[in-house]
């Protein structure tokens, strides 16, 4: 496939708008989810379930994504996924009037399906880029995230008390509207040309594609990196709370939080090119560990801010660097089927890891959430190093 790096940075840039109105999507259900589910919920140990709901429908979603991306084109699927959010912040808002926590869980599910489309903007990016400007493209479309940062936990702080007695109502309405944005800023986006008709070599059967070790070692370490994050910044707002912190402080947290997972796109690209991706992802993973440290040093809010944006920038650095290996040396006609297969296996083990960080916050404590961290990043540290020995097996052999 020829390379044009122009159209890459176009679309980039525009993904990376895309990526600053989506965050709110997911920033909002962070930051109220929790919270939420604490209201309307059964017992304490549900109050985590909406927000595992977003991970599962992420996850179920991911395959169909997949498949509406190869069928309709980048752009038109994007636009479709943006409209789900716009539905799913509507049914939300209706479901916290009418206190139906079955309802709510189906829309924070609807705003996963919505996430699948969005966490594919990273290998939007990278379509008709050339291999050095991958991990730049993947990088700044992350970085749109620093605006999401802003626009979805002060959309919260701004909008909770709006309909009272309904709290979090209006977000979820601002929430809406935001994801109607993003339809609009995706007509810009341009579909990269398709491939002269007999040019593209045909896929191969998924089997042989997941023969590759490299590419199951890069999706295990992003899957180990998205579900730490997730673990953590789930259970945040309720730790906080009840740490005797208030809904702004916690709503700061998971701002200051996503700022650390995006502000680092403005030079992830760059570390990747001069040190290489390796040595970036085991620095995102020693981060990660340093969240765990400090978040077992205490519960100040200095502490939950601190823990949090080390949380971000590990994830950050693991996470970039785990996909630019994922979107290497894949045919155009496997690159949905990869894509929509790296998604899917990350956001079930990230599922598992979001009902599981309610579970273990109500009957153990924060504490608890914080030594769970270390085994898998351990597991995480070792895959990288058996992604160096491949590499150096393929170059000696």
């Known amino acids: 496939m020829a390379h044009d790096d122009a159209l890459a940075r176009r679309n980039a840039l525009v993904l990376s708008g895309a990526q600053a109105l989506a965050g709110a999507n997911a920033s909002v259900v962070f930051a109220t989810g929790a919270l939420v589910g604490a209201a309307l919920g059964p017992s304490p140990a549900w109050a985590t379930a909406p927000t595992t709901t977003f991970v599962l429908g992420t996850a179920l979603a991911t395959m169909p994504a997949a498949f509406l991306l190869r069928r309709l084109g980048r752009r038109a699927a994007y636009q479709y996924g943006a409209a789900m959010g716009l539905l799913a912040g509507l049914i939300a808002a209706y479901a916290v009037r009418e206190g139906s926590f079955a309802l709510f869980m189906i829309a924070t599910a609807m705003c996963g399906c919505y996430q699948a489309f969005v966490v594919n903007y990273r290998f939007g990016a990278t379509d008709n880029a050339s291999p050095g400007f991958r991990p730049k493209a993947i990088a700044w479309v992350l970085a749109g995230g620093i605006a999401a940062a802003f626009v979805g936990p002060q959309l919260v702080i701004h909008t909770k008390d709006m309909m009272p007695p309904f709290t979090f109502m209006a977000s979820y309405i601002g929430q809406a509207l935001v994801a109607g944005l993003s339809i609009f800023l995706l007509f810009f986006f341009r579909n990269a040309p398709a491939p002269v008709a007999g040019s ?3 896929a191969r059967p998924l089997r042989e594609i997941l023969k590759s070790r490299r590419l199951k070692l890069a999706i295990g370490i992003s899957a180990i990196a998205q579900a730490l994050m997730n673990f953590i910044m789930t259970a945040t707002p309720l730790a906080m709370i009840g740490c005797f912190h208030t809904t702004t402080d916690a709503t700061l947290a998971i701002q200051w939080h996503i700022v650390g997972m995006f502000l680092p796109g403005f030079f992830t690209g760059p570390l990747i090119a001069r040190f290489g991706v390796y040595k970036v992802i085991a620095a995102g993973l020693i981060l990660l560990a340093l969240c765990g440290i ?37 045919k155009p006609s496997e690159r949905n089927l990869v894509q929509g297969l790296t998604d899917l296996v990350i956001f079930s083990v990230t599922a598992l890891a979001s009902l599981s960080s309610g579970k273990l916050l109500a009957g153990f404590g924060w504490a608890s959430l914080n030594i769970a961290l270390f085994p898998f990043i351990i597991a995480a540290l070792a895959m990288v190093v058996l992604l160096l020995r491949e590499d150096r097996r393929r170059v000696s052999g």
């Open 294 to 330: 400090v978040g077992l040093s205490g519960i100040t809010i200095a502490h939950f801010n601190t823990a949090l944006i080390l949380l971000g920038v590990g994830w950050n650095f693991a996470f970039v660097g785990a996909s630019a290996v994922v979107a290497e040396g894949q």
């Open 200 to 202: 593209q070599e045909p």
